[in-house]
């Protein structure tokens, strides 16, 4: 995780509390629009330089893509689960679990609903991605290779993945780079459904 | 309909840039355009929390509230893929047997 990316967050917020007017609230939402169909937009070119995704999907089977549906399923029931534990609507405690650790994107996508339910989502997905690098490790070792992708979430295509590249073995590797792909698409469509439920 | 919105424009990048239609300053510059845009995004979304006082004042019970949401979603994600693990050897079992 990146120094630059905390320093953002955090100039933004003494801004917020020492420069910024109550009134610029009004206008956030729209610049978060704008500029969250900007990051998109250059994360599918992203996507479209990478042409290997498609022939790597084939050579391992299409059942590969139960791994990704697993992880999507299981953190969003989790965090429901933990989100019940805490007194949460479920809209909002699943739309923080779909988030699948790319803290960026969810907590951006959810700060147009609440101030308060994006920097929730903000704090727990980097807390996914902190506690994903810590436990990868173990997981492989004591559980198994493909169950160390899951903590990993969207991040098992970048920031996460040489961790699991280590710690496990080139043919994961290639099935967490998949999973990460799928959860990052992923990401985009499910927040908003859950929190408008 | 956002959502919509949201893929057709994931989608519109992920074309151009497969059909090579990429201008070579654009390509050359993706991750950092990309990053760009990312750290404006966050800095507005500081602005969003810092404005709000009821945030500032709670940041102690978001802090654990989001150690036990991003716990709860760790354990039973791998919970998940341990199922979908047993139904690969299950399946690999039952494709031996078959051979045998």
Same mark, same amino acid.
């Given at each position: 995780?990146s120094?630059?990316i905390?320093?953002?967050?955090?100039a933004?917020?003494?801004?917020?509390l020492?420069i910024?007017?109550d009134?610029f +609230? #009004?206008?956030?939402?729209?610049?978060i629009?704008?500029?969250?169909?900007?990051?998109?937009?250059? #994360?599918?070119?992203d996507?479209?330089?990478?042409?290997?995704?498609l022939?790597?999907i084939?050579?391992?089977?299409?059942k590969?893509?139960?791994?990704?549906?697993?992880v999507?399923?299981g +953190?969003? %029931?989790g965090?429901i689960?933990?989100?019940?534990?805490?007194g949460?609507?479920?809209?909002?405690?699943?739309?923080?679990?779909a988030?699948?650790?790319?803290?960026?994107l969810?907590?951006?996508?959810?700060?147009?609903?609440?101030?308060?339910?994006?920097a929730l989502?903000?704090?727990?997905n980097?807390?996914?991605?902190?506690?994903?690098?810590?436990?990868?490790?173990?997981?492989?070792?004591y559980?198994?290779?493909?169950e160390?992708?899951?903590?990993?979430g969207?991040t098992?295509?970048d920031t996460?993945?040489?961790v699991?590249?280590?710690?496990?073995d080139a043919?994961t590797?290639?099935?967490?780079?998949?999973?990460g %792909? %799928?959860l990052?698409?992923? #990401?985009?469509?499910?927040v908003p459904?859950?929190?408008?439920? | 309909?956002?959502?919509i919105l949201?893929?057709f424009?994931?989608?519109?990048?992920?074309?151009?840039?497969?059909?090579g239609?990429?201008n =070579?300053?654009v390509?050359?510059?993706?991750s950092?355009?990309?990053?760009?845009?990312?750290l404006?995004?966050l800095?507005?979304?500081?602005?969003n929390?810092g404005?709000?006082?009821?945030?500032?004042? =709670?940041?102690?019970?978001?802090?654990?509230?989001a150690?036990?949401?991003s716990?709860?979603?760790?354990?039973?994600?791998?919970?998940?893929?341990?199922?979908?693990t047993?139904?690969f050897?299950?399946?690999e079992k039952?494709?031996?047997?078959? =051979?045998l």
């Amino acid at each position: 995780m990146s120094f630059s990316i905390i320093l953002a967050v955090v100039a933004g917020i003494i801004s917020g509390l020492f420069i910024f007017p109550d009134a610029f +609230s #009004v206008h956030i939402g729209l610049i978060i629009d704008i500029g969250l169909c900007l990051l998109l937009f250059f #994360v599918g070119m992203d996507i479209g330089r990478n042409k290997e995704i498609l022939n790597q999907i084939k050579s391992n089977g299409y059942k590969i893509l139960l791994i990704p549906c697993g992880v999507a399923l299981g +953190s969003i %029931v989790g965090s429901i689960l933990g989100g019940f534990a805490l007194g949460l609507p479920i809209n909002e405690s699943s739309a923080i679990g779909a988030g699948f650790g790319w803290y960026s994107l969810s907590a951006i996508e959810l700060s147009k609903y609440s101030a308060e339910t994006g920097a929730l989502a903000f704090i727990t997905n980097v807390c996914r991605e902190v506690f994903a690098l810590v436990s990868i490790p173990y997981i492989a070792k004591y559980i198994g290779n493909y169950e160390a992708i899951a903590p990993a979430g969207a991040t098992a295509m970048d920031t996460s993945l040489p961790v699991i590249s280590k710690a496990t073995d080139a043919n994961t590797a290639i099935v967490s780079f998949i999973t990460g %792909v %799928v959860l990052s698409t992923l #990401v985009p469509i499910l927040v908003p459904i859950l929190i408008s439920i | 309909m956002r959502i919509i919105l949201y893929i057709f424009i994931i989608l519109a990048g992920v074309f151009i840039s497969s059909k090579g239609k990429l201008n =070579e300053m654009v390509e050359k510059n993706l991750s950092k355009l990309q990053y760009a845009s990312l750290l404006l995004l966050l800095f507005i979304m500081g602005i969003n929390i810092g404005i709000n006082d009821s945030i500032i004042n =709670e940041f102690g019970k978001l802090g654990f509230q989001a150690v036990v949401l991003s716990l709860s979603s760790i354990i039973l994600s791998v919970a998940a893929v341990k199922l979908v693990t047993i139904y690969f050897k299950h399946k690999e079992k039952a494709v031996q047997q078959d =051979e045998l």
